[in-house]
């Protein structure tokens, strides 16, 4: 069953370093997504792609922050200096169609620490 | 904005006995959508069950049943013949219907299920 695979599955980085989540979705989808969740706290919503833009984005989805898919295969999300409360495991998530009845595919997440 | 509220952070359930996961949620919308999924350890988070909230009739997947009350803004979800498989983190999901095109949902907290042999 195809699946939407996520690396790495944990990254530990000094705080101020950049980092890169790596997302790979299930090939036909069509619309792209990442939440996270601090440990003991509710999945968030950061950003949703669609046709190579964002198509909304979070409060915490700042200009730290960035997406793209540079292949067509691979979906990444990109932190350009990390914090202290960037650590946290981000979910990648992709669709096959807009509308009302579709169902977000998640991958395992990556954990990310920041020391 | 739409929240999503699981009160019970962990629940255990002897194996083929039925346990009860609660979920309410606040909305000003009339029309949405609202999911459980389960997370097993280390593994994908993947849908359990889907209400559309139009319906009055609660949705049923096997073992997986919801309870949903529109009006309490409630939808728990009920566990049938509990399986050592079912031990997982179950988030409770909203999504508005306006969103087309776009599956942003709000999670709740989640809940942590022990299944005991």
């Known amino acids: 069953e195809p699946e939407v695979t996520q690396t790495p599955s944990h990254q530990v980085t000094q705080m101020g370093q950049e980092v890169i989540l790596r997302c790979v979705p299930i090939s036909n989808h069509l619309y792209f997504y990442w939440y996270r969740q601090i440990l003991g706290q509710k999945v968030e919503f950061l950003v949703s792609?669609?046709?190579?833009?964002?198509?909304?984005k979070s409060e915490i989805f700042d200009d730290q922050f960035s997406v793209e898919r540079p292949d067509g295969s691979n979906f990444t999300l990109k932190i350009r200096s990390t914090k202290l409360e960037d650590s946290a495991m981000y979910f990648c998530?992709?669709?096959?169609?807009?509308?009302?009845?579709?169902?977000?595919?998640f991958g395992e997440g990556s954990r990310l620490t920041v020391l | 904005a739409q929240t999503v509220t699981q009160s019970q952070p962990e629940m255990s359930v002897q194996e083929a006995e039925t346990v009860t996961l609660s979920c309410t949620y606040d909305t000003s919308e009339s029309d949405y959508y609202l999911f459980w999924y389960k997370q097993p350890p280390s593994r994908q988070m993947i849908l359990v069950i889907r209400q559309e909230a139009y319906k009055q009739q609660n949705a049923t997947e096997n073992r997986f049943s919801v309870n949903f009350q529109k009006a309490a803004k409630s939808f728990s979800l009920k566990i049938s013949d509990s399986q050592l498989g079912d031990a997982a983190m179950y988030f409770c999901?909203?999504?508005?219907?306006?969103?087309?095109?776009?599956?942003?949902?709000?999670f709740g907290t989640g809940t942590r299920l022990t299944i005991i042999p």
């Open positions: 792609f669609y046709n190579n833009e964002i198509s909304e």
């Open positions: 999901a909203y999504r508005s219907w306006l969103n087309f095109g776009n599956e942003k949902l709000t």
């Open positions: 998530a992709s669709l096959f169609s807009g509308g009302n009845t579709g169902e977000l595919f």
